[in-house]
């Protein structure tokens, strides 16, 4: 079957960083995606990899491994705003994405 | 705000009455889908759309159908609602490039 792992949550102080762990198991492989999801709202897009590496894009930046079926998310100088769920999902060989359950990230001050 | 708009925000509704999700989008996305988020599970696909005229199942369609008569909209119905089918109700659209999904702000429904 199709899996994604990812801790259901974490906590963090203001000002830190924090790295946020995805593991996957898919059939097939065609792109990571990170999504940001505040309480009672909807997901919004954060990042996108294909390729082995690093993407950065301002306080955050999302590393895949492809070898090794493993991606994080990587938040720099955290601000209570950054309290959210974290949702990590693998795009299989149908191109259908699949969803982890979810990362809660508390920040605290 | 050009994006995806969905109705109702939140329903309580009877078991075993029918219900309709809207959902419409002024994106010109090709590709549309429906999914329920419950605590605890990741986003699960209820039915998907690629292209106006066509729709297709996802992991968790048992209860539910949908159509694409146009581009801009696709209802998801209920036809006969259960309790199991309480959850929190996401349709979105992708652009045909990045793949990156769109949200709308979600239907919260609750079958009593």
């Known amino acids: 079957g199709q899996n994604i792992d990812q801790p259901t949550e974490m906590t963090a102080t203001e000002g830190a960083i924090v790295q946020i762990n995805c593991t996957y198991q898919?059939?097939?492989?065609?792109?990571l995606f990170w999504y940001q999801q505040h309480a009672g709202e909807a997901p919004t897009f954060l990042s996108y990899n294909v390729l082995d590496g690093l993407e950065e894009k301002g306080r955050f930046s999302s590393f895949l491994s492809r070898s090794k079926g493993y991606s994080y998310l990587l938040l720099k100088e955290l601000q209570m705003k950054d309290s959210a769920s974290y949702l990590c999902a693998v795009k299989d060989s149908n191109y259908q994405l699949i969803w982890g359950a979810g990362t809660k990230l508390i920040i605290k001050p | 705000t050009a994006g995806i708009t969905q109705a109702p925000t939140s329903q309580i509704l009877a078991a075993g009455r029918s219900m309709t999700l809207r959902c419409t989008q002024d994106m010109r996305h090709n590709a549309m889908y429906w999914y329920r988020q419950d605590l605890g599970l990741g986003l699960r696909l209820i039915h998907y759309s690629n292209t106006a005229g066509t729709t297709g199942k996802g992991e968790v369609p048992d209860g539910y159908s949908v159509s694409r008569a146009n581009t801009d909209d696709f209802p998801l119905t209920l036809a006969s609602a259960v309790p199991s089918q309480t959850s929190v109700y996401f349709c979105a659209s992708s652009d045909s490039e990045t793949g990156e999904l769109f949200f709308g702000e979600g239907s919260r429904l609750t079958v009593l």
């Open positions: 898919t059939s097939g492989f065609n792109g």
